[in-house]
């Protein structure tokens, strides 16, 4: 056995996630005729819902406490409106067969808490339990802890913003034939039981330490959700077994695992050793800080609106070349194009893809067209087979009249794996600057486009544009200057 002090030398900024998570099936029996009457409830997705899910799943169920308006709204068992109502998903809503329906003539409406996962005889302040054997996707995702406030609202559909309570840790792996390795990864000295208090926000491990088995999402991927605690310097805190050979992991320092964080180690090994070791934390399955750098602020929250986009750290491998066709307008800002607008066809390719810090190239060509088109900032975010890809790109046209347009873009590409292709591809042109454009051909600064792949599958297919260089788009700039142009 090896021991080997790991140091946690890379950190950036944290923000909270919100998400919900599955808990069990419906019970034998149950319906799944919704009420719909009383009050409902919408979950709210700001980023990936779930811990490894884009949505909760048809028959998960929550609590729902319902809270009069006061001064100070809190959770206080025997003078609520209603406690512990088991809401059950019904696809887009959560409702139940007894709902709570607000008093009658009521003009203040109520305060609403929601917890998941449902279980009988949940109050404000609880004790979680995550599962010791994580190694299973349901007791992956069954150690899940979220909650969720509303302010008061007389509203008979009310939205839930859920936030995950725990702390998600993730190990990937990088290295050849890693597919080939096996692979099994341990937390040492871990707190799994968590007291809860939803008034105060306050969750934090307590009792006993145990050891928590990693789950495999992945080929390179594992994960393991754990109480928010604090692991000491020295203590062995993670075993890797790489082909037989164990490896203990120590702390060069003091590491706390925080409520909504997630912490990502990433490893690299050899054949027959692990060489190489860096940390950092990250907001759990929030935005990935890159996003900003390619995007700006202002566009974010209107791309949004038009196309998915899949946060997230474990994006799937999209490796390959790809056929758009056909592709047409989704939504120009400008109104470029109408909805639904057949525009130029498009052969893409990504290669080079790291999974390690979610790093890869692209290139693109059509069936005419001169020019050249370079790019830095390439990226992937996402989780499952949800994926959006994010890339600076800078490029120069000259013109009839000889006058030579320089300009830089934000291509956003999202889209989900497919076995025969990428499902759902969208394709956004975002104009960031631009100089030069005496004419007035191109997109207005801060204007975007959206487009899709119509039929719902973008193809695989063989390449035959042009080869690059890591880190560098290259490809036909006239597919692109196309549909950039008024």
């Known amino acids: 056995m090896k021991r080997i002090y790991f140091a946690l030398i890379a950190l950036v900024t944290l923000f909270s996630a919100c998400s919900g998570d599955s808990y069990n099936s419906l019970a034998e029996g149950e319906s799944l005729i919704p009420a719909k009457k009383g009050i409902n409830f919408r979950g709210s997705m700001t980023g990936a819902s779930r811990a490894t899910e884009t949505a909760f799943e048809?028959?998960?169920?929550?609590?729902?406490?319902?809270?009069?308006?006061?001064?100070?709204?809190?959770?206080?068992?025997?003078?609520?409106?209603?406690?512990?109502v088991r809401y059950t998903c019904y696809g887009s809503y959560f409702d139940t067969a007894e709902p709570i329906t607000l008093p009658e003539n009521d003009?203040?409406?109520?305060?609403?808490?929601?917890?998941?996962?449902?279980?009988?005889?949940?109050?404000?302040?609880?004790?979680?339990?995550?599962?010791?054997?994580?190694?299973?996707?349901?007791?992956?995702?069954?150690?899940?802890?979220?909650?969720?406030?509303?302010?008061?609202?007389?509203?008979?559909?009310?939205?839930?913003?859920f936030n995950?309570?725990?702390?998600?840790?993730v190990v990937k792996f990088s290295g050849d034939n890693i597919a080939n390795k096996n692979?099994?990864?341990?937390?040492?000295?871990?707190?799994?039981?968590?007291?809860?208090?939803?008034?105060?926000?306050i969750f934090e491990g307590i009792g006993e330490k145990y050891t928590v088995i990693m789950g495999k999402e992945s080929t390179n991927t594992f994960h393991a959700i754990i109480p928010p605690q604090t692991t000491y310097k020295d203590q062995v805190f993670m075993t890797i077994t790489l082909n037989g050979e164990e490896y203990e992991l120590s702390l060069a320092s003091d590491l706390s695992f925080n409520s909504g964080k997630q912490i990502v180690f990433d490893i690299e090994v050899t054949d027959t050793a692990i060489r190489d070791l860096n940390g950092y934390l990250t907001p759990w399955e929030e935005e990935d800080p890159r996003f900003n750098e390619v995007v700006p602020e202002d566009i974010e929250e209107k791309l949004d609106d038009h196309m998915p986009i899949y946060t997230g750290v474990n994006p799937p491998i999209i490796e390959g070349a790809y056929?758009?066709?056909?592709?047409?307008?989704?939504?120009?800002?400008?109104?470029?194009?109408?909805?639904?607008?057949?525009?130029?066809?498009?052969?893409?390719?990504?290669s080079n893809q790291n999974t390690a810090n979610n790093t890869l190239d692209m290139a693109e060509y059509s069936e005419y067209g001169n020019g050249h088109l370079e790019g830095s900032g390439a990226f992937i975010s996402g989780s499952g087979n949800n994926f959006t890809a994010f890339f600076n790109t800078n490029g120069t046209d000259t013109g009839e009249e000889g006058n030579t347009v320089t300009f830089k873009t934000a291509l956003v590409i999202s889209g989900t794996k497919a076995?025969?292709?990428?499902?759902?591809?969208?394709?956004?042109?975002?104009?960031?600057?631009?100089?030069?454009?005496?004419?007035?051909?191109?997109?207005?600064?801060?204007?975007?486009?959206?487009?899709?792949?119509q039929d719902g599958l973008s193809v695989k297919t063989s390449w035959n544009g042009y080869s690059l260089s890591r880190g560098v788009v290259q490809g036909l700039l006239n597919s692109m200057l196309a549909n950039i142009k008024k």
């Open 419 to 453: 076995s025969d292709g990428i499902k759902d591809l969208y394709y956004a042109f975002v104009m960031v600057e631009k100089n030069g454009d005496y004419y007035g051909d191109f997109m207005e600064e801060g204007i975007f486009r959206v487009f899709k792949d």
């Open 323 to 350: 056929y758009l066709n056909p592709f047409v307008a989704v939504y120009c800002e400008d109104g470029g194009f109408e909805p639904g607008y057949e525009v130029m066809s498009e052969y893409i390719r990504f």
């Open 183 to 201: 692979i099994r990864v341990e937390l040492n000295n871990v707190q799994v039981s968590c007291a809860a208090n939803i008034n105060t926000n």
């Open 107 to 161: 003009t203040k409406g109520l305060a609403y808490y929601a917890i998941y996962p449902y279980y009988h005889g949940m109050t404000d302040a609880f004790v979680f339990v995550v599962n010791e054997d994580q190694t299973r996707h349901s007791s992956y995702t069954k150690s899940d802890l979220c909650t969720a406030f509303c302010a008061p609202t007389t509203d008979k559909t009310v939205n839930l913003e």
């Open 58 to 84: 048809i028959g998960d169920h929550i609590s729902v406490f319902a809270v009069r308006p006061s001064d100070d709204i809190k959770l206080e068992l025997e003078s609520n409106y209603a406690d512990n």
């Open 164 to 169: 995950h309570r725990l702390s998600n840790v």
